[in-house]
């Protein structure tokens, strides 16, 4: 009998306490590393490469999160996020997928790997990513 009185409290608490829970919109936390960053013109280069690399303008650094991926509406998932390492998941829809990790030697030099699906065909990148310029 005191058991079954016991499990009316716990309930009748949990019930009282679960009208106070306000649902709060989810929300993408800051991400320091890019903040960190300078803007300005940025060449992105894979590591081995002899090539020139590819030349970018870097007003929105979160670009280097989707590298092989360019502009398209991606949804973003943060993974780690440190002021030197940032680690995030990211959805394309039919685009295809991804997971980049960015590290931070400096605001104008990260190194930056990515590997997912693009065009229904795997990747993996190794790029680096210097600042060269102003755009």
């Not at 679960?18 to 940025?42: H, K, V």
Request: with cysteine.
């Amino acid at each position: 009998m005191k058991g079954l009185k016991l499990i009316k409290i716990i309930s009748g608490t949990a019930a009282v306490l679960s009208g106070f829970a306000i649902p709060a919109p989810a929300q993408t936390p800051g991400m320091a590393l890019l903040d960190g960053l300078m803007q300005g013109e940025w060449t992105l280069k894979e590591r081995g490469s002899r090539g020139p690399g590819k030349k970018v303008c870097l007003g929105n650094p979160e670009l280097l999160l989707q590298i092989q991926h360019g502009n398209a509406n991606c949804t973003r998932y943060v993974i780690e996020n440190g002021p030197k390492k940032l680690r995030v998941s990211y959805k394309c829809g039919n685009a295809g997928q991804g997971v980049t990790e960015i590290k931070q030697e400096s605001s104008t030099l990260v190194q930056i790997f990515s590997q997912g699906i693009r065009n229904n065909a795997p990747f993996s990148v190794n790029v680096e990513g210097r600042r060269t310029g102003s755009c």
